[in-house]
């Protein structure tokens, strides 16, 4: 039977392109192509225990992307939350929300340049 794998890319406009390109880059360390976007190769995905794909449909009233006025919010795998964390500070960026472990594993939110929440998610192994 036919399915649907996951996610294989997320692709967004922004009103500058090359300083969100550069934004995610030197905050968060995604270093982009000769192409332009990011490659994730699913083997390193994969070797992160707990690490997975969630797509989730929330209400319209649903406040847990603000303070952003988007409707949508990206949440990024990391392997080290506080190592992330401090290279957003290096940065000047500080998290909005730092949570502790949640079952899932640990969260923090940051806002990129344009106002998009970004989820930093330093998952645990999955217990289903």
Known sequence: MAK????GGLFFRA??????????AEVLGLTP??????????????AQPGAGTVFNVMD?????????DKDFM??????????????????????????PDEGMGR???IMDPEGRKVELWEPKPYKG
């Open 4 to 7: 649907v794998l996951g996610i």
């Open 33 to 46: 192509t000769e192409w332009g976007g990011t490659w994730f190769p699913a083997e390193a995905f994969a």
């Open 15 to 24: 009103r500058d392109k090359d300083k969100v390109r550069s934004w995610y």
């Open 60 to 68: 319209a009233a649903a406040t847990y992307l603000e303070p952003s």
């Open 74 to 99: 990206f949440n990024l795998v990391v392997d080290d939350l506080d190592a992330v964390l401090a290279r957003c500070r290096e940065h000047g960026v500080e998290p909005l929300k730092v949570m």
């Open 107 to 109: 969260f923090a939110h």
